[in-house]
């Protein structure tokens, strides 16, 4: 009989194709693995855990989940995210709509029975030239508020959880912005 193991030692070792003691859960480390809001204000309600959250995505509408959410779920895996940049801020935009660091403009769609998604409303660079690509406005990715506190968050869930720790970009992959930014 394989012996209980923590929740890193789990996922490390099906990550290296060994049988764990059970299935490692991500549930809530990533924006893939992640609730919309609603469904976690759901869980929240009917669970009666009240913990602070915030955002692992604004566009996809994906929270970012409390301790206790995550723990109760059985949730092996912790989010590492990078921060918000320091040096941006975003531009004042009309009301339900955003505009985010990439310079893609953002509506709220209602969906039926209630609530909204994001829907994507331009593509900056659909009909963009090779010298459009040198004058655009991309985000800096040396901003230090990306970074801000980054390593010391990394070292405390390593040295004082049992988790795996899911770093997390932002994107689900480098192809995402770029078809964002474009247009399929």
């Known amino acids: ?76 895996v912790r989010p590492l995210q990078l921060r918000q940049p320091r040096n941006w801020q975003p531009p004042a935009s009309e009301a339900n709509t955003f505009i985010d660091e990439f310079g893609i403009k953002w509506q709220q769609a209602p969906l039926p029975g ?13 009909e963009a030239t090779l010298a459009d690509l040198d004058k655009y406005p991309w985000p800096d990715p040396h901003d230090p508020g990306r970074y801000a506190g980054l390593a010391e968050e990394a070292a405390d869930l390593y040295h004082n959880t049992p988790y795996a720790i899911l770093g997390d970009c932002g994107f689900k992959n480098h192809w995402e912005p770029l078809f964002m930014l474009c247009g399929m």
């Open 114 to 126: 209630g609530g909204y998604y994001w829907e994507q409303l331009t593509f900056p660079l659909a």
């Open 1 to 76: 009989m394989t012996k209980q193991m923590t929740s890193r030692e789990r996922v490390a070792t099906a990550l290296n194709h060994q049988e764990p003691d059970r299935v490692p859960l991500d549930i809530g480390a990533g924006q893939s693995t992640g609730l919309v809001v609603e469904a976690y204000e759901n869980l929240q309600a009917y669970t009666g855990i009240t913990g602070a959250s915030g955002w692992l995505s604004k566009t996809f509408r994906v929270a970012r989940l409390d301790d206790a959410t995550l723990a109760r779920l059985g949730s092996d």
